[in-house]
């Protein structure tokens, strides 16, 4: 892992999320960037944002990104002005950085239009070109730590896809990976389905020498469900699909995703179909 990307806005949500990201970068090494986007309605190109506005954002910025590098292993923090829409500039900010995730916040307090990150989050993670890390206004910067990661798992193909991925960030971060096999169907075919994804994830586990457990759950609303085992079990990350559309045996699709992000007390690790290698 070689770069991090956040989203930012200046709302308190920013500023957890960013923590959130310096604690990454010191666990990985990687390189921290931060993009802030002038998402006003003016004719502005990005390389002529307002003059007024430009100004008040850097002396913002200049204000808040020093305490900030002083944790960063003697790193700067790279900063990145844009202007257009949320979703589309920061997902242009990831490929310009090369970044290997992307976090930004969800939840993000209402009311304020410069305040942006809550409304665009589930945009940025459809658009982002690399996986994406989110994280909620309410989660306290004291338990930046993660020393458990949900890794559910489903019938559609795809759930396995997130493995790889998953298991390099248990293994930058020393964390045990918690295997929950979702059942929600009566159907054997279906049923078998999710047990052998499981038992290829299990193999994949034990051939990278992690620690992990393995639980099944069985219930009619699995969101529910996997979001108070990942409560109950004090997990730190959930790592999800976030396909739009899907087939019927995919839980983690469009709507399914959308409910996790919103309503997951813990950061979220969201990945698309085709964005990561098996």
Not at 81 to 88: A, C, F, I, M, Q
Not at 90 to 119: C, M, P, Y
Not at 133 to 138: A, F
Not at 144 to 160: A, C, G, M, R
Request: proline fraction near 4%.
């Amino acid at each position: 892992m070689k770069q991090l990307l956040v989203a930012f806005d200046f709302s308190k949500n920013a500023l957890n999320t960013l923590e959130y990201a310096l604690m990454m970068a010191n666990r990985s090494g990687a390189e921290l960037s931060l993009v802030w986007v002038d998402n006003s309605s003016t004719p502005d190109t990005v390389a002529n944002i307002d003059q007024a506005l430009r100004i008040e954002t850097k002396k913002l910025l200049e204000d808040i990104v020093p305490s900030f590098e002083a944790r960063l292993n003697s790193r700067k923090i790279n900063v990145i002005l844009r202007k257009g829409k949320v979703y589309t500039e920061v997902a242009n900010a990831a490929r310009k950085t090369e970044a290997d995730i992307v976090l930004a916040g969800t939840h993000g307090v209402s009311g304020f239009e410069q305040f942006w990150i809550g409304s665009n989050a589930y945009r940025i993670v459809t658009h982002a070109p690399c996986p994406v890390i989110t994280v909620r206004g309410d989660y306290h910067p004291e338990n930046l730590h993660t020393k458990n990661i949900v890794l559910p798992i489903d019938s559609n193909p795809e759930t396995k896809q997130k493995i790889p991925f998953a298991t390099k960030m248990a293994g930058i971060c020393n964390a045990r990976i918690h295997v929950v096999s979702l059942y929600s169907s009566p159907i054997n075919i279906i049923r078998n389905r999710v047990k052998a994804y499981t038992d290829d994830a299990v193999k994949y586990l034990q051939n990278k020498g992690l620690n992990f457990i393995v639980k099944e759950l069985e219930a009619e609303n699995l969101v529910s469900s996997l979001l108070d085992y990942a409560n109950e079990s004090k997990c730190d990350l959930i790592c999800i699909m976030t396909e739009q559309g899907g087939t019927s045996g995919g839980m983690f699709l469009g709507p399914y995703a959308q409910q996790i992000i919103n309503n997951s007390l813990i950061p979220v690790l969201s990945l698309r179909s085709g964005q990561m290698e098996n």
